[in-house]
């Protein structure tokens, strides 16, 4: 599981900037800093929370990604 979040983090789109402010970079910010905020949250019940979010995060992101792509 944490090779596939490794995997999957290396391969997000990079962060947004102000020239390149799209909704996947975006989103692919989240990702990042909930993925981080699990690993540093102080206990098992906020470590599960932020999990559950960053997991739909991911979902939404996965589909904006493969909308990019069949576009």
Do not use: C
């Amino acid at each position: 599981m944490k090779r596939d979040r490794q995997d999957f983090k290396r391969d997000l789109p990079a962060p947004p900037t102000r020239s390149q402010d799209n909704y996947a970079s975006a989103l692919a910010e989240v990702y990042r800093t909930l993925d981080e905020a699990e690993l540093v949250a102080p206990g098992a019940d906020e470590r599960e929370w932020v999990g559950e979010i960053r997991e739909q995060v991911r979902g939404e992101l996965i589909h904006v990604i493969e909308d990019e792509d069949g576009e």
